[in-house]
């Protein structure tokens, strides 16, 4: 820029170029890096329609921007136009910017479902309507929201006032924000905790906000989560079910839906779709609504919850754990009973067939014959610890028994052991989900989550339909997987046999396998490989199948920073057909799992990664779960992932790096200010950013910091003093920290910063070109007032508009106002150089001097010459360097309007309701933006290099640097309020 210092070396360029390309490597594999979308779309079959339920009028005068609605199809719509419902209500609660239309997947899933059971039992779905607000970036309106809710129960339940099994609690299914807001209804003084006894929150996230852009946010996240903790003992009525996406969920990370830890043990539970049985699919923030496998499991548990004699759901916690972890965690692929039998009796005319071989399969088309297979155990309880059955035969009935009858080879009564046995899928599920989802792109799909679904006779759906319908109950009815029992031989010593029954198969075929193995033949080791071995070395072992089940524990694999890709590859003696491979990744702390399913021969590559840590007082081993096929050999190779690290460092920093950004900016500004003391003329951006932000600067004061806190002495001297907890405890606490992350976030910073300025500097060039094109320049009158009346009415109309709508709008026109500053600043710079190098007035000025005094005084004329071009020479270089200043200022700035972008979003969407924002979360702070902007943005640096201020503004950006990463990355709010403090410095060194 001009002639201010010479161009950043380039060395710096590239080092600044790769650090930028980490980090959006890092992006990419967030964004972009992740398994299919296994999700089928979920379709209605009659037109949607949404009754608005009228609201007291006191409420609706209270909110008028939000809304209920009851969801309908077809006949049922019309039944329920007059309000006398007679079902179970459920109340959907929408998400950030999320459409109250959002519950028509859970909807239209269950009146399906009651019209299979004529409707003994049905639900009504309720849903609210928030005006898709942006309460994820803007936390000024949860409370109210919250409010809204309870007033919306108490609305619903009068309803059912009267009628024959009326409800006197709701449950409640919560989408992103919408499910916290449920959680927050426990904070209200007047609430009533019986009002709710079941809530289920899709994608939210309950540990902290994603991006922490006002105190309301975090404040309403402190006060619900204390709560929560505070109060677990008056909870445990509540029953939570957190579901989180996995890593296709770019926008909630599944680390934060998981409900505290100290939270209630026994009536919460979270997990992550890709683990959840017949889902095993990762769904996106939004596809989580209307994922078909995710949905139907939600529903079949509301009906499971269901208590016959009330016609309600349970009012027993146990049972509805029960059905959550039947149908979220362990299907054992039977329909679910609270107290099954312990016993039953083996009847009907099977034939009885004893099998005494260690390893058996048994395969069956069309018998018309029945068939018990025992498996005396006497035998083999000295030769081995357990025994693995699988059965391919896809009804929900028992099919495998223990029996305490040693005397006799048939067994009249024994214990069913089916309820130990979960599903697994197949490749034929994979495929069946792709199928459906290839389909589910015409009219009539509940995919998005605005605007109105088309119904069944839409135009170009008709025809779908009806051909795919048939399909759609086949993978509802019939789905394809496959079911596995894993016994330990120590945990029944009772039992003498183990029987399976085989039904007759009428035109059906399945296949039975069973083997008894020890335990450490099929349990082998695999150390993961280093962090800093970036792929290059990897670990390997090689499995001679000939078994049915292997367990790979992945030794040293328990933090989030490690990821790796993990190389399955079989090779078979023979070409004969082979069921397909099943490959789990489980990870014993915590219901992440992830399952692969692979035909045999292949190579299946799968990505080892976790969202959460290893606890602190957990020793187990995520384990990789091989259900192989056998006479094949498997060969497991794991390396480090380079990117997929980057990856994890993005998910869950992304939202601290605007922090390192504006922090590597703040250094530089106090760069600039140390070379105007210096040199009197302010260096280029770029220079001093190598210069001057080092992380070495910050780094070891705040690892200092975050390692003395680990001492009571220090947190008690800490807390005197009363400063808050350093944001590197809190994220420690959240198991989200790991050694060296602030310092590849700070340089990841400096890469961004770096090349934002370019970017800025480059935007400014090109503005000024066209202004010169355009325009003619003029001279800028310098005006040595800081503050004049006209100035100072700019400020008090500013603070005006800040105080009457919206602080951040305040923010925004002062933003424009200094941009246009600094273009025309720009401008009138490069004219000014052009006038100099190409025949300016300087030099006309010094041609008219020296003829006037030719004859009188020659060595007169030099000196006066000379005079005159210094000026000029100062003169430009006070103005490039008055420039550079601004760009800082600037370029700092834009930070600020970034992070108040939202509350301006949000104003902007609901001006038509209210013309203030209220709260506001940046009023006060616009107004001293203001007041501070208006002098800067007509000050220069001539103003500033001679103030005895000058030296305590520059050095108070390093010591803010440290703060604002100290205290502003889970509370991004505060780094306004460091770049205030520094740019109020430089305001007062232009006056004093």
């Not at 990419?28 to 339920?53: A, G, H, W």
């Not at 910063?753 to 202004?771: E, H, Q």
Request: proline letters at 4%.
């Amino acid at each position: 820029m001009g002639r201010g210092g010479c161009r950043p070396p380039a060395l710096a360029a590239l080092f600044y170029g790769a650090l930028a390309a980490v980090a959006l490597l890092g992006v990419r594999d967030v964004l972009f890096v992740y398994e299919e979308n296994r999700c089928s779309m979920t379709y209605m079959y009659e037109y949607p329609e949404y009754l608005k339920i009228k609201l007291p009028k006191k409420t609706a005068r209270r909110y008028p921007a939000y809304e209920l609605y009851l969801y309908g199809e077809g006949n049922y719509a019309e039944e329920n136009k007059n309000l006398l419902l007679t079902g179970i209500p459920v109340l959907f609660l929408p998400g950030n910017a999320g459409s109250y239309k959002q519950v028509r997947s859970l909807g239209s899933i269950a009146l399906r479902k009651a019209e299979d059971v004529d409707f003994k039992y049905h639900f009504n779905f309720f849903s609210v309507n928030f005006n898709e607000e942006l309460v994820a970036l803007y936390g000024g309106s949860l409370q109210r929201q919250t409010k809204f809710v309870h007033e919306c129960i108490k609305v619903i339940l009068k309803l059912y006032r009267n009628r024959e099994f009326a409800p006197t609690s709701v449950a409640i299914v919560g989408h992103s924000m919408g499910g916290l807001v449920a959680r927050a209804l426990l904070t209200l003084k007047n609430f009533k905790p019986e009002l709710i006894n079941l809530l289920i929150t899709q994608a939210t996230p309950h540990v902290a906000p994603v991006m922490p852009l006002d105190r309301y946010l975090t404040d309403f996240y402190t006060a619900v989560n204390n709560h929560w903790i505070l109060k677990a003992q008056d909870l445990r009525n509540l029953t939570t079910l957190s579901v989180a996406g996995g890593f296709r969920d770019y926008q909630v990370r599944s680390g934060l839906a998981f409900l505290p830890r100290l939270s209630q043990h026994d009536s919460a539970l979270s997990v992550v779709s890709s683990a959840v049985p017949r889902v095993w699919a990762s769904t996106d923030h939004l596809s989580i609504v209307w994922c078909k496998e995710l949905i139907l499991a939600t529903i079949r548990a509301f009906f499971d919850l269901i208590d016959e004699n009330t016609r309600q759901i349970t009012e027993d916690p146990k049972k509805r754990m029960s059905v959550l972890n039947h149908h979220f965690v362990r299907h054992p692929a039977k329909i679910f009973e609270e107290n099954p039998e312990a016993f039953t009796g083996l009847t009907g005319a099977f034939i009885w067939i004893t099998v005494k071989a260690s390893k058996w399969t048994y395969s069956v088309y069309n018998d018309s014959n029945g068939k018990y297979f025992t498996f005396p155990l006497a035998s083999h309880r000295k030769s081995y610890s357990h025994v693995y059955c699988e059965n391919s035969m896809l009804d929900t009935s028992s099919w495998i028994y223990g029996c305490m009858n040693s005397n006799s080879s048939m067994c009249l009564e024994a214990t069913d052991l089916s309820w130990r046995a979960e599903l697994l899928p197949t490749t034929k599920h994979w495929n069946m989900q792709l199928c459906s989802r290839g389909r589910g792109t015409r009219g009539g799909h509940l995919g998005t989550g605005k605007g109105q679904a088309k119904g069944m006779f839409s135009h170009g759906f008709s025809f779908s339909f009806f051909f795919f319908f048939p399909l759609f109950f086949l993978f509802l009815f019939f789905p394809f997987y496959f079911k596995v029992v894993i016994l330990k031989l120590q945990d029944y010593p009772s039992l003498s046999h183990i029987v399976i029954q085989v039904p007759p198969t009428a035109g059906n075929k399945y296949t039975l396998d069973c083997e008894f193995f020890k335990e450490d033949s099929r349990r082998v080791q695999l150390p993961v490989t280093h962090l800093f071995s970036f792929g290059f070395s990897s670990s390997k072992i090689t499995l001679n199948s000939t078994g049915l089940l292997y367990n790979v524990q992945l030794q040293h694999f328990n933090q989030i920073y490690q990821a790796f890709k993990i190389y399955i590859e079989s090779h078979c003696q023979s070409l004969k057909e082979r069921k397909p491979s099943v490959y789990r990744l489980h990870i014993p702390w915590s219901h992440e799992d992830s399952v692969a399913v692979a035909k045999v021969p292949s190579s299946t590559e799968i990505s080892a990664k976790l969202h959460i840590a290893q606890p602190q007082n957990d020793s187990r081993v995520p384990e990789l779960n091989i259900y192989s096929s056998s006479d094949c050999q498997y060969e497991v190779i794991l390396k480090t992932s380079l990117l997929q690290i980057l990856g994890q460092i993005i998910r869950f920093h992304a939202g601290a790096l605007p922090v390192y950004v504006v922090s590597n900016i703040l250094l530089t500004y106090g760069g600039q200010l140390s070379t105007l003391i210096s040199a009197g003329q302010c260096s280029d951006f770029s220079l001093e950013l190598v210069r001057t932000a080092k992380p070495y600067k910050v780094e070891p004061l705040l690892s200092i910091v975050v390692f003395l806190q680990g001492f009571n002495w220090f947190r008690e001297i800490w807390e005197s003093l009363s400063l808050p907890e350093v944001d590197a405890a809190v994220l420690s606490s959240q198991d989200a920290w790991f050694p060296l992350v602030s310092l590849i976030l700070f340089l990841l910073g400096t890469g961004i910063a770096y090349w934002n300025a370019v970017f800025f500097s480059t935007s400014l060039r090109l503005f000024s070109s066209l202004w010169l094109t355009l325009f003619r320049p003029t001279v800028l009158r310098k005006d040595n007032k800081l503050i004049t009346p006209r100035r100072f009415c700019v400020v008090l109309s500013l603070a005006l508009v800040s105080w009457t709508t919206c602080g951040a709008f305040a923010v925004f026109l002062i933003y424009l106002q200094y941009l246009f500053k600094v273009i025309k600043i720009h401008v009138n710079v490069r004219a000014e150089e052009n006038m100099f190098n190409g025949g300016s007035d300087c030099k006309k000025e010094t041609s008219q001097n020296s003829s006037i005094y030719t004859v009188k005084n020659q060595s007169s004329m030099d000196s006066t010459s000379k005079a005159t071009q210094s000026l000029c020479n100062s003169t430009i270089a006070e103005g490039i360097s008055s420039l550079k200043m601004h760009v800082t200022i600037l370029n700092l700035f834009t930070w600020i309007v970034l992070l108040n972008l939202p509350s301006l979003i949000y104003w902007l969407k609901n001006l038509r309701y209210s013309v203030r924002l209220d709260p506001d979360p940046c009023r006060s702070t616009a107004i001293i933006l203001v007041c501070i902007l208006e002098i800067l943005m007509n000050s220069s640096t001539s103003e500033v290099k001679s103030s005895k201020l000058l030296k305590i503004a520059a050095k108070v950006p390093l010591p803010l640097s440290v703060a604002m990463l100290a205290f502003g990355q889970t509370h991004l709010y505060k780094v306004p309020h460091f770049v205030t403090f520094s740019l109020l410095l430089h305001v007062l060194c232009c006056i004093v």
